[in-house]
Structure formats: C-alpha cells, structure tokens
C-alpha cells in the first residue's frame, strides 16, 4: 500500500445509523462502481476498510468548485482567533474564493465510517487535496512508531514529508500566488447558535486531530482515533459545492448498458416475449386525411380483423 500522507478534509452530514439516507445509502453502497478509491484517496487511506465502510467517490458537475477562506490580505484580522480575549476585542475577516481546479488535484468521497467511538456508523463528505505542482504538499508522516519504522524498512516508497504544515496553502482562480488557508474558531460558519437552535452542544473549532467520542468536553479532539494529533483541523477553512455526480456502475458510453431487455427475469436473454391489450392502433380518421385516401404507413393491429377495441369496463 502507498503510504499514507494526505490529509482527509471531511463534513458529518448525518446523525448516528442515516436515518433518512438509509435506504438510498444501503442501495448505492452495493453498487459495482462503490468502494473505488482513486490515487489521492488511498494516499488519504479511504481504502482501507477496517477504518472505512463504505466509501463512494464523485465528481463536482462542471461549475460546481471548491471554496478556501485565504482572508482579506491582513494577517492579523484575517487569523483565527485563538483566545476568549482575543474573540471579543476582533472580529475575523473572512474571504472565500474558488480553488484554481486547473492547479490543484482534487477527489471527493461520500463516506460511512465509526464516529465519536460510538458502534453505530455516520455518513461522511470527504475531500483530498494535492497542489499538481508539488506532490509533497500536504503530505505528512510522523517519523516515529511502528508504521514510519516499516515503511522506512520496507523501503518501497520514498517518505515525501515528516514535518506538519499546519499552515497549508492553496491555489486560487485569477491569483498567480498560493494564498494560506484560514481555518475559523466556530464549528462551522453556519453553527452561529447550535445551542439556541437546539441542534447540539459545541460549536467550538476542536482544534486538534484525534477522536472526537467526548467532543465538546474534556481533552478532545477533531475526528477519527487514527488521527495525528499534530494534523490540526482548520474548521470551515474549505467549502464544498455539493453539487456532485457519480456512475454507480458502467459508464453510460458503454453501449450495453440500459437495454431494452435488461430487466428482471430477461438478463442474457436474446428474445423477449410481450404481452399487450389487443387493439388497432394508427387509422388516419382526419377529415382531410380521409378525404385525401391517406393511409398510416405505421398502422398497427393487434385485433386480427382491424377494429378498434373500446374499454369493455372493470
């Protein structure tokens, strides 16, 4: 397995077990085209199946993009805050613009995985990120314990970064500079009142990586127990358009996909017998078609003696 580097930028969007995607998610899940993980995504260990049920990569429709927060130009306002103080002396400035998708490589998954070391599984967005112009960036892998040990033993590929970048940058449309992302101290800049809205404790950044199973109590942290600790999550620092698409099976270019015989009980079958209510179908009744002699050169009949059936009733 290559090893894995890459950082998981990811969204809860449903509560414990999806009970309401459920039954989509049972169906999609099963398809040929679920359980795919492209190149980013294994380097991000989406593959790997005893962290993650179930996975399912899409693709953003052509004008959909992705969203950093790089600020308005002022380090100083444009930073997360970081103390009580500091919070209710500034506001934070903000300033979403859309990734230069021709610069950065981008794949993105619909996930199922353990959440909050509860047994019961939650849907997941994920997202992973590689500036085409430079595969070290982003990439992280402690250089201590076991897994660094082997992967240096084994000596099959070359460790491309074991320092953090908790800084990152990214590229931007219409800016020649990578521009440095900036995570928020809030869960999220739509959470403003989760607890007046009766949606939930929290609404802190928890601004560490490492299990989130106590958030918002005690020394927690932002994700998943195979989480670095010094990967530190920037809350909302990357938006997603949610306009997304994906083949659950064949691509619709194959030309044996969706034929008419296709259905259940006929797979693999070269005839296919119909049965239909009798009736004459076609017979030009126009005035003008009459008039003129015409004839339905498509004229169907299912009678035997080309008269029109009315409803005989229930």
Request: net charge negative.
């Amino acid at each position: 397995h290559v090893p894995v580097d890459l950082p998981l930028w990811y969204c809860q969007v449903s509560s414990a077990q999806f009970p309401h995607l459920a039954a989509a998610w049972d169906l999609i899940k099963e398809q040929p085209g679920a359980n795919k993980v492209g190149p980013l995504g294994k380097r991000a260990g989406l593959d790997i199946r005893e962290n993650f049920n179930h996975v399912v990569r899409f693709n953003l429709f052509e004008d959909a993009g992705i969203w950093a927060n790089i600020g308005q130009g002022n380090p100083e306002t444009d930073s997360m805050p970081q103390t009580l103080e500091e919070l209710e002396e500034r506001v934070q400035t903000l300033n979403y613009q859309r990734v230069d998708m021709s610069r950065v490589t981008a794949e993105v998954y619909i996930m199922e995985r353990a959440y909050h070391n509860y047994p019961e599984t939650y849907i997941h967005l994920a997202l992973v990120l590689l500036d085409k112009s430079n595969e070290e960036s982003y990439s992280y892998i402690r250089p201590h314990g076991k897994y660094y040990d082997n992967l240096v033993q084994k000596g099959r590929y070359p460790i491309k970064s074991v320092t953090p970048d908790n800084n990152p940058t990214v590229a931007i449309e219409n800016e020649s500079e990578l521009k440095q992302i900036y995570g928020i101290p809030g869960y999220g800049h739509h959470h403003m009142n989760r607890l007046k809205l009766g949606v939930g404790p929290g609404a802190g950044c928890p601004t560490k990586g490492g299990d989130a199973s106590i958030y918002p109590w005690g020394d927690t942290g932002s994700a998943y127990p195979t989480n670095y600790e010094e990967i530190t999550p920037l809350c909302d620092a990357i938006l997603t358009d949610i306009k997304l698409w994906t083949n659950l099976d064949k691509p619709w270019t194959d030309p044996a996909l969706n034929l008419g015989n296709a259905g259940r009980g006929f797979e693999g079958e070269t005839q296919v017998k119909y049965e239909v209510q009798a009736n004459f179908y076609g017979k030009y009744t126009d005035p003008y078609n009459v008039a003129t002699g015409a004839v339905n050169p498509h004229e169907l009949d299912f009678t035997g003696d080309r008269t029109v059936q009315e409803n005989p009733g229930e």
